[in-house]
């Protein structure tokens, strides 16, 4: 069983900054790479950013340069520093992690989810 918890999502002003957290824990015998989606009312699920196990981080054009994505490997932990917030950014933060288990094959495990909301 892998379970994946966000948290650190809030309230901001627009310009303000937020850290997200996200912790994979349970039966993991690799995490191949973990990352952040969001969805906004009435909008779809999109990518945010991603950073595989060897470091290599991709970011939604909306976002460059002023979010930034980093892990803690020893820790099965990913961070979403947030800065320059803006209020399009106002979304439920979601964490995924393609991991694979020790008696499983890899696949993507999803957290619930994070709410931030950036006010004008």
């Known amino acids: 069983q892998v379970q994946v918890v966000e948290s650190g999502g809030g309230l901001v002003q627009s310009g303000g900054s937020l850290r997200l957290s996200c912790v994979a824990s349970?039966?993991?015998?690799?995490?191949?790479?973990m990352g952040w989606y969001r969805r906004a009312p009435g909008s779809q699920r999109e990518l945010v950013a991603t950073?595989?196990?060897?470091?290599?981080?991709n970011y939604a054009d909306s976002v460059k340069g002023r979010f930034t994505i980093s892990r803690d490997s020893a820790k099965n932990t990913v961070y979403l520093q947030m800065n320059s917030l803006k209020p399009e950014d106002s979304a439920v933060y979601y964490c995924k992690g393609r991991i694979t288990q020790w008696t499983l094959p890899v696949d993507d495990y999803w957290g619930k989810g994070t709410q931030v909301t950036v006010s004008s």
């Open positions: 349970g039966s993991i015998l690799s995490i191949n790479a």
């Open positions: 950073i595989t196990n060897g470091g290599r981080t």
